[in-house]
């Protein structure tokens, strides 16, 4: 099974990513989880994001589309990196999650999602 690993954003990913020795040493922790999940073959892909002020939206309503320019409010329902894994299960997923850093310098959340397979949808 895939699942999309969502790290979720906070007022402090908000303000944009500042090289410190906090951010620095996050950083490589960060760098060693993904080398364990590369070695054990589970990841996919993975990716920071920009803060939502570099970011724009596009709603939908019928025909018709409005652009939406960032920053966008409540930054813990944004997402602020994110992951591509291929697990066994969504068990082996949250073991995962378990074993990785914190992405954020305080609080953070990480949200899984599995994803929909051509066999879901059939």
Not at 24 to 53: P, Q
Not at 102 to 111: A, C, L, T, V, Y
Request: with cysteine; charged share 30%; proline share 7%.
């Amino acid at each position: 099974m895939r699942v999309m690993v969502l790290v979720k954003a906070t007022e402090e990913s908000e303000k944009g990513f500042v090289l410190t020795p906090e951010t620095k040493k996050m950083m490589e922790a960060m760098g060693k989880f993904n080398d364990e999940l590369e070695k054990a073959g589970i990841l996919v892909t993975a990716a920071g994001l920009m803060e939502s002020s570099k970011g724009k939206r596009v709603a939908f309503d019928g025909t018709s589309r409005a652009v939406i320019d960032g920053p966008f409010a409540h930054p813990h329902e944004l997402v602020a990196g994110f992951w591509l894994w291929k697990v066994k299960d969504l068990a082996e997923a949250v073991a995962w999650v378990k074993r990785c850093p914190n992405p954020m310098p305080g609080p953070s959340e990480i949200e899984i999602r599995p994803l929909h397979e051509v066999d879901d949808l059939k």
